[in-house]
């Protein structure tokens, strides 16, 4: 089994605390920045060495005006309209006032005293570039991630989401991404690594920007001294399911599609795309596919009156189906990676063009490479079957009970 356990790194004295930018980015939050500003400002940090940065990304529930009012010391981007997690946050790092270290932390949090200088202790101790802290639910009783993995195909992984804490989460180590709700980052190496991928827009971007740092030579490791609390998904659940779903379904690709050597995407890349398809199919929510098959057609002629008159009585006058919006989201996902494969190959030359580490030292990072992520038969089958076809469970031996698996 591959230790993926690091040292604890010795508390930073005074002198040592770095120039920090923490980026902060709101979209109708406004009930959520009191809780957040109130406990950076108790931060133990000297306060002449820690910057804020809001961006706003075109809220209109009074967010910028209550943050002019009560928080003058927060440097404020009001954005007319939400240009997205990952390029809020590139613009928060390039807003911020030449920081050695930048720190992202979602506007639902609220952090311990010693977070700040926590998190940042193993980046100014040369240990590692990023890191991230342990967060916990707003109310302290269970974990919201202590790290985080995937699965082959891309499927992000919050290590101990929604488990109590143990002992096994009290200890630093090695992890494959920090989570852009609390992170901490060498601020040259972010610009050197390229920041966030924005056409990602949101979700697993941070996924991408952890491996890209693996891929290009770095370490990133979880840090559970910094601790912090979290409303989890507070933000996600004003926005309609099926624009998220289709982040959530083309994002993880994208990210396999980049950062994977060349040998092993050759090796997942068909099985991404099966098993993508598989879950469009269960998402658009048709319930028989027998219409579809000539075999079970008792005539081949055409439809009678009768049926012509009940399709126009049922709407159906063009053959239309009716299907789930997250199903077409899915299907558009897949479409966004495959219809657009110029671009995202120069993409992933950009990036394999660089590379300094082999998939070999990275593999054992995901936790859980062959976790199933849904529970229906057909799938679970094909899952399964590709595991052996693509010979994945190969590719992946010994790397397969690296912790429980995700719930």
């Known amino acids: 089994m591959t230790d993926l356990s690091v040292p604890r790194v010795e508390p930073l004295s005074d002198s040592e605390l770095p120039r920090v930018a923490i980026v902060i980015l709101n979209w109708n939050g406004r009930h959520h920045l009191a809780g957040c500003f109130d406990s950076l400002r108790a931060l133990d940090y000297s306060q002449d060495r820690v910057q804020v940065v809001l961006i706003d990304n075109g809220s209109d529930d009074g967010s910028v005006e209550h943050v002019d009012a009560d928080y003058p010391w927060v440097k404020l981007e009001n954005n007319p309209r939400n240009v997205g997690f990952s390029a809020g946050c590139n613009q928060g790092a390039q807003l911020a006032d030449d920081p050695e270290v930048l720190v992202f932390l979602n506007n639902d949090m609220r952090v311990e005293p010693d977070f700040l200088r926590q998190l940042v202790a193993p980046v100014v101790r040369g240990k590692c570039v990023a890191t991230t802290g342990r967060m916990m639910s707003w109310d302290g009783k269970v974990l919201n991630s202590a790290g985080g993995g995937m699965n082959w195909h891309g499927i992000g992984i919050q290590r101990g989401l929604d488990q109590p804490l143990r002992d096994d989460y009290d200890q630093p180590r090695k992890t494959l991404f920090a989570c852009g709700g609390a992170m901490a980052m060498d601020a040259e190496v972010f610009e050197e690594v390229g920041g966030f991928d924005e056409e990602f827009f949101a979700y697993y971007e941070d996924v991408d920007l952890g491996w890209r740092t693996w891929v290009l030579g770095h370490e990133v490791h979880y840090v559970p001294d910094a601790?912090?609390?979290?409303?989890?998904?507070?933000?996600?659940?004003?926005?309609?399911?099926?624009?998220?779903r289709l982040l959530q379904v083309r994002n993880p690709m994208l990210a396999c599609f980049k950062n994977y050597g060349e040998d092993n995407l050759r090796r997942v890349l068909p099985g991404m795309?099966?098993?993508?398809?598989?879950?469009?199919?269960?998402?658009?929510?048709?319930?028989?596919?027998?219409?579809?098959?000539?075999?079970?057609?008792?005539?081949?002629?055409?439809?009678?009156?009768?049926?012509?008159?009940?399709?126009?009585?049922?709407?159906?006058?063009?053959?239309?189906?009716?299907?789930?919006?997250?199903?077409?989201?899915?299907?558009?996902?897949?479409?966004?990676?495959?219809?657009?494969?110029?671009?995202?190959?120069?993409?992933?030359?950009?990036?394999?063009?660089?590379?300094?580490?082999?998939?070999?030292e990275i593999l054992p990072l995901f936790l859980h490479p062959l976790w199933c992520i849904e529970k229906d038969p057909a799938y679970e089958e094909l899952h399964a079957g590709l595991e052996g076809f693509l010979e994945l469970d190969r590719l992946f031996a010994g790397l397969t009970n690296l912790e429980d698996p995700p719930a």
């Not at 601790?227 to 998220?244: A, D, G, K, Q």
């Not at 598989?278 to 596919?289: D, H, K, V």
């Not at 657009?340 to 992933?348: G, L, Q």
């Open 273 to 360: 795309l099966a098993l993508a398809t598989r879950r469009a199919l269960l998402a658009t929510g048709i319930q028989s596919l027998d219409q579809y098959r000539i075999e079970h057609l008792t005539h081949l002629r055409p439809p009678g009156v009768l049926r012509r008159w009940l399709d126009r009585l049922r709407g159906n006058t063009d053959g239309a189906e009716r299907v789930r919006r997250v199903g077409m989201a899915d299907l558009i996902g897949i479409n966004d990676l495959l219809g657009r494969w110029d671009h995202w190959s120069e993409r992933r030359a950009q990036i394999q063009a660089l590379r300094k580490r082999s998939d070999d």
């Open 227 to 244: 601790v912090c609390y979290h409303h989890h998904s507070s933000t996600s659940r004003r926005v309609p399911t099926e624009r998220l």
